[in-house]
């Protein structure tokens, strides 16, 4: 089975700190997504990596970076919380591979809060 | 920009009934429709994929349609029990996007004894 993992579950921080996210997969998937989560707007893809030290904005890539050093690992960064930021953050992987299914397998999400 | 509809955010129906949940999209042609489910706190897993030259694909108790002229796919659960109570995520892949999916909003379904 597909193992996605999350750094925390729950994270509390404060206003102006840099954050750091961090999402492992364990079957060498090339693809890797980090979305939020918020009630009512659905999953918003931020970013994505299609291989290590390769990325891609995805919709809402203000306030944002990420890094991908090796190929199981994507980090997600956030420069300076701010408020707006409060949200579940998840983290997902897919082969990709022509023709095929390409299912994204997601983590079990970070809920922060920046107060 | 793609735009995916789903067509209610919260469907309540009676168990044993079959629940039917809407997907639309507008401004590009997928190459694939993906549909996931969600529970509460938890993330989005995946159920079922329909192709562009696929009109249906059924698992189990599921069923998925996908109608290129409506651009539109429904989603099925028949014989539905309140264990299928959860969040429905249609997601949709265009040919050319590195694997990138785009996902609607989701219809929470409950399903009531």
């Known amino acids: 089975d597909v193992k996605v993992t999350q750094s925390s579950r729950y994270l509390v921080k404060r206003t102006g700190e840099k954050v750091f996210l961090e999402c492992v997969q364990d079957?060498?998937?090339?693809?890797m997504f980090w979305y939020r989560q918020d009630p009512g707007l659905g999953l918003r893809l931020i970013y994505f990596?299609?291989?290590?030290?390769?990325?891609e904005k995805g919709d809402i890539p203000e306030g944002y970076s990420v890094s991908r050093e090796k190929k199981e690992r994507f980090s997600l960064i956030l420069e300076s919380a701010s408020t707006n930021q409060t949200s579940m953050y998840l983290c997902?992987?897919?082969?990709?591979?022509?023709?095929?299914?390409?299912?994204?397998?997601f983590g079990p999400g970070t809920r922060l809060t920046v107060l | 920009s793609q735009k995916i509809e789903q067509n209610s955010e919260a469907l309540n129906i009676q168990e044993g009934k079959t629940a039917t949940l809407t997907c639309n999209y507008t401004n590009y042609s997928p190459a694939y429709l993906q549909w996931y489910r969600q529970d509460p706190g938890r993330g989005p897993v995946f159920l079922l994929l329909?192709?562009?030259?696929?009109k249906e694909k059924r698992k189990e108790r599921l069923k998925v349609t996908f109608d290129t002229t409506l651009k539109q796919s429904l989603f099925h659960i028949t014989a539905s029990q309140p264990a299928d109570s959860a969040t429905y995520l249609c997601a949709l892949r265009r040919g050319s996007t590195l694997g990138r999916l785009y996902f609607g909003r989701g219809t929470q379904l409950t399903v009531w004894p």
């Open positions: 990596s299609y291989d290590v030290k390769m990325k």
């Open positions: 079957m060498d998937h090339e693809n």
């Open positions: 329909i192709r562009e030259n696929e």
């Open positions: 997902a992987s897919s082969l990709f591979v022509i023709g095929g299914d390409n299912e994204q397998f």
